[in-house]
DNA sequence: GCTTATATTGACACCGGTTACCAAACAGTG
DNA sequence: CACTGTTTGGTAACCGGTGTCAATATAAGC
């Protein structure tokens, strides 16, 4: 059995074919599935590559190829799990493939955030990337990639771009249909807790709230409405706000979960009770809406359905080409919201 | 200015060789910084890198340094806060490198974990991996680095490996510490949620708390001990079960924070007041701690500053080798144990 | 049986860097 | 001035794959 070799070493392309007495060409092709291949041959290869445990280097074929196998992620969420979920949405497509995935969070604030990025990609020559929101939404990052011919797909909540390079959820239907449960439980004045300026996906929740304010002819005004940046924080404040207000809402619609929470957070201090004296409804389904007392009733966004999709776009733009995949969100009905008293 | 040259392709080695009127050879030794060179050649090289925007093409390196510049983080941690955490420590460490981070979630469930990782590390030849908890108990993972040659360092609660492959925290004597705030706060009956077996992080904890037990003379027994696997469901059950005790206890201590907003959650629906009626104590400082009502007094582990050491380590062993690196827990006073009532 | 089409396979250059080894240039000795 | 020793730069081979294109074998056409 076998002739004596180096333990040690990682087999290679040409002690595959020396073992199997073929060229290495033809173990290249048994390798990349070459259709021209008589299938006795490509046997008698596979056996050897499996009996040697033969693995091709990747960085020699990166090289030969002039491409790799990387996918580079681009984020600068603020929700840890979605993030997460993304990361898991990409693996499920990737998995069982060569592509590998590289993480590369983003600081949307700093002034070098771009000449990062072109460093980055510029250096580690990625197979392509994938945008996720908030940064998915910025154009210039996306010339970016064109100029380096670095192929990217972004994930947003409205159209962004060409189909090829987007895949989109519709926040602001699921937004309105969410306030169209609020109104079927018979509140009329229902208060909003917008997302931060520059945030596609906060334009987008907004607009679904007007559209339903005006669908219903819902009370609005300055007194409903206060804005926060998708933290904990700002929605706390932003809910001392709304509850403050010479006529309180009985019901309050915040564009995120933590927000929502937040709010909760507000109205506990205050000594209201939640559903019976103020109904909350958020957005994302974040692992905290479960995970807060009452339960948050949300929006779930399948951000890893979406990844998914982003992910086999990119590297396989044939199969899912045209238009842009649009991924509908799901309203969870939990314990936060409840008929208005009275 | 220049040779007519293609504008589209990247610069290689060779052009800018033939600018600067060296051989390829000189430039490696720029870009490596080898020390025996001119210093006014050098100046000269550097000056047409700048100017071509010459960056040397990864993979060619990589195959003939026989080694690659990709780290990857082996995780299969429930805490998306956690992991996000971890990957920020690693990407501090390597910024400015040019290393980046592979991410690979892993199922410790499924019995071809082992084999998963496996492939994973054959085909992507990664430079070493991170290894974070609970995965980096597994001795069995660490054997198979070390088997495939692959550089690793564990994170972990305890003394899993000899230091070069360890960064460790000491959960142990951080649990210890607030089960004394809670003695000290006049606690006798505290009750203990553990972790799911086989963690080494949930029996670290778990030591902890009987240190302390031991030390204060408080009762112990059955009924106040209950576990769970990390998250908020089976936090709901301990409570459910530590709560319906014949005598109940006046303090909490869960193990982790998932579980201790079960425990809540379970108080709560019993009209319990916390922390008046039940002092709340958890691990982790996961942001769900600082959301829930009350805020819930916690441990931090010191997780981000922990996996840039263990980042450090690994590209640099000869920086920070011996003696494993010891993080201490930090313990945050927030408003979810006070002194029992009557 | 001979020519042409088709299916398989191999030889060789090449991807863009690296190292090994050698030659040239320059300096310091005796 | 010849003889070493020390820098420096050039050449060629190599890392482990891939593409091109020619060579061979086999089948089909007349």
């Given amino acids: 059995m076998g002739a004596i070799t180096a333990r040690e070493a990682k087999p290679t392309i040409n002690d595959v074919a020396r073992e199997a007495g073929v060229s290495k060409k033809t ?13 006795a041959t490509r046997e008698k290869v596979e056996k050897v590559i499996a009996a040697l ?52 969070p983003v600081n949307r604030r700093s002034p070098r955030m771009l000449d990062d990025v072109r460093a980055f990609l510029e250096q580690q020559r990625l197979f392509g990337v994938l945008l996720m929101p908030p940064i998915s939404e910025n154009d210039e990052l996306a010339r970016v990639c064109e100029e380096l011919g670095v192929g990217y797909v972004r994930m947003g909540s409205a159209q962004l771009d060409s189909g090829e390079h987007l895949v989109e959820s519709n926040d602001r239907e699921a937004v309105r249909k969410a306030m169209e449960y609020l109104v079927a439980l018979g509140h009329r004045r229902i208060a909003f807790v917008a997302g931060p300026e520059g945030f596609r996906s906060a334009r987008e929740r907004e607009l679904g709230y ?65 559903p019976d004296d103020l109904s909350i409804v958020g957005f994302d389904d974040s692992p905290i809406a479960a995970h807060i007392w009452p339960p948050l009733t949300t929006v779930r966004w399948p951000v890893a359905a979406m990844a998914r999709t982003a992910a086999l776009k990119l590297i396989d733009p044939g199969h899912a080409s045209g238009q842009p995949a649009l991924f509908p969100s799901i309203f969870i009905e939990r314990g936060s919201a409840a008929p208005p008293r009275r």
């Fill in 53 to 104: 445990g033969y693995v091709p280097n990747p960085q020699a074929r990166a090289l030969a190829l002039r491409r790799n196998f990387l996918i580079g992620l681009i984020h600068d969420n603020p929700n840890a799990q979605t993030v997460l979920n993304v990361q898991e949405g990409i693996l499920s497509a990737i998995r069982d493939t060569e592509f590998a995935l590289v993480v590369r």
């Fill in 27 to 39: 173990v290249s092709r048994v390798i990349n599935r070459s259709p021209l291949l008589n299938d």
């Fill in 210 to 274: 007007r559209d339903a304010v005006k669908a219903a002819g819902l009370p609005q005004g300055p007194e409903l409405e206060a804005a926060g940046n998708y933290t904990f924080e700002t929605g706390k404040l932003a809910g001392d706000k709304l509850l403050d207000a010479t006529e309180r809402p009985t019901a309050i619609y915040s564009c995120n979960d933590e927000m929502a929470a937040g709010v909760l957070h507000a109205a506990r201090e205050r000594g209201l009770s939640v």
